[in-house]
C-alpha cells in the first residue's frame, strides 16, 4: 500500500498482470501452430482471426457454430491437478456437436478464466486443447485469457470453447430420417463431461476422495474419471460422407432419453434395445454406489454409447464395418419406429 501512494495505482496491484498473458501467449504459439490447416489464413495474437473457405475447399458454404463448457469435470481437475485432459474435453464437446449437422469443424476459439493467472497450468490446459483441435482437424486460431481478481478465487478458473465449422449447402443433417432407420451406437471412453455434479455427489456419499483407489479401474478415483471426452469428428465425418447416415446424435447432458428425439422429426421415435451393449464399469459403479435407477442413467449420462449415428437400413452394414474399421465400437441399438421419444427393452448391464 505504501508504494501504491507513492507511484500511484496499478493494475498489476490490483491483481492482473499483462506479462503473464503475454507469457502465455509466446507459450502456446507452438501448439496453436501445430493445428494449423487450410484455410487459416492469420496465427495468435491479432484482433480476430481470418479464415478462408475457399481455400477450405467449400464451393457454396454454410457455416455451422457451437459452444460449450466442461461442466463441473473441471472442479476434479482442478481439486488433482490433472489438466491436461480437460482441454480435449473442451473441444470434444464443441466439435461432436458440429459433426451432428453434417458440418466439418474448421476453427475453434477458447475463453480461458482466472482469478489470478498461472502460465504454467494454463498452458497445460491450453495444450490439452490443440491436441484435441489437432485430432479434429480443425484449427486452434484465437481465444481470450481473462484474470479476474475477486470473480474466482485460489487457483480455480473456468473454460468455454467456440467451433466454427462448414458443410456445403443442402448437406445438413438430419435429413431423410424415415421408419425402419438403424440406430448405430458409437462406445463412450467412460463419463465424458456431463453428470459430472452427480458424480461428484456419488463419490461424496461413498466416503471417497479422489485420491481413492478406483475400485473400476487403474490408479486413482481422480485419474478414471478424467478420461477425455472421446473425439468422434474423423470417423463419422468418413461415415456421412460415404452416405446413408440420416441423422446424428452426440449423447451428452440428458442421455439417450433426451438427445435421441432431438434428431427425429414429428411422428418418429427411437427403439432401443439395452441389451445391445454393456455399461462400461465406471456406470456400474455409479449405478451402484450412488443406487441410482436405469431411468436416472439414461436420462443422465451417455451409459456408454457416446454417439448414435441414423442410417439407412440398407446402409447400416457397411457403415458398420467402415466405423469399426475406424476404431469404434459400433453397436447396433435397434431402429426408428412411428411414435415418439425413445422405448427401451431389455435392461442395462
Not at 470434444?92 to 459433426?99: G, K, S
Not at 432407420?181 to 461413498?206: K, Q, T, W, Y
Not at 490408479?219 to 478424467?226: D, P
Not at 414429428?266 to 450412488?290: K, Y
Amino acid at each position: 500500500m505504501a508504494e501504491d501512494r507513492k507511484n500511484g495505482l496499478t493494475y498489476a496491484g490490483a491483481g492482473v498482470d499483462i506479462d503473464a498473458g503475454n507469457a502465455l501467449v509466446e507459450r502456446i504459439k507452438p501448439a496453436a501452430a501445430a493445428t494449423r490447416r487450410a484455410g487459416v489464413m492469420e496465427g495468435l495474437g491479432g484482433f480476430g482471426a481470418l479464415f478462408d473457405l475457399r481455400a477450405a475447399g467449400y464451393d457454396d458454404p454454410i457455416l455451422v457454430a457451437a459452444t460449450d463448457g466442461v461442466g463441473t469435470k473441471l472442479r476434479i481437475a482442478i481439486d488433482t491437478g490433472h489438466l491436461e485432459s480437460v482441454g480435449i474435453d473442451l473441444v470434444a464437446m464443441c466439435v461432436n456437436d458440429l459433426v451432428c449437422q453434417g458440418a466439418e469443424p474448421l476453427l475453434f476459439l477458447d475463453y480461458f478464466a482466472s482469478g489470478k493467472l498461472n502460465v504454467d497450468e494454463a498452458a497445460r490446459v491450453i495444450n490439452g486443447i490443440a491436441e484435441g483441435c489437432r485430432l479434429s482437424g480443425c484449427a486452434l486460431i484465437g481465444g481470450e485469457t481473462a484474470e479476474m481478481p475477486g470473480m474466482y478465487h485460489g487457483g480455480d478458473f473456468d473454460l468455454a470453447g467456440f467451433a466454427v465449422g462448414a458443410m456445403e449447402r443442402g448437406r445438413q443433417l438430419p435429413q431423410g430420417v424415415s421408419s425402419g432407420d438403424v440406430l448405430l451406437g458409437l462406445g463412450s471412453d467412460g463419463v465424458h463431461s456431463n453428470g459430472f455434479s452427480l458424480v461428484r455427489r456419488v463419490a461424496a456419499h461413498a466416503g471417497l476422495t479422489w485420491d481413492s483407489p478406483a475400485s473400476f479401474a487403474e490408479g486413482t478415483l481422480g485419474q478414471a474419471l478424467l478420461v477425455p471426452t472421446r473425439l468422434y469428428v474423423r470417423p463419422v465425418l468418413d461415415a456421412i460422407r460415404a452416405g446413408g447416415v440420416h441423422a446424428a446424435a452426440h449423447i451428452t447432458g440428458g442421455g439417450l432419453t433426451e438427445n435421441l428425439p432431438r434428431v427425429l422429426p414429428e411422428g418418429l421415435g427411437a427403439r432401443v434395445d439395452l441389451g445391445a451393449w454393456s455399461m462400461p464399469p465406471v456406470f456400474r459403479w455409479l449405478a451402484t454406489a450412488g443406487g441410482t435407477e436405469q431411468a436416472e442413467m439414461l436420462k443422465t449420462f451417455n451409459a456408454g454409447i457416446g454417439m448414435v449415428l441414423v442410417v439407412a437400413a440398407d446402409r447400416a452394414e457397411a457403415l458398420d464395418a467402415l466405423l469399426t474399421q475406424a476404431g469404434e465400437r459400433v453397436f447396433r441399438l435397434g431402429t426408428v419406429q412411428p411414435g415418439q421419444g425413445v422405448s427401451y427393452s431389455g435392461a442395462l448391464v
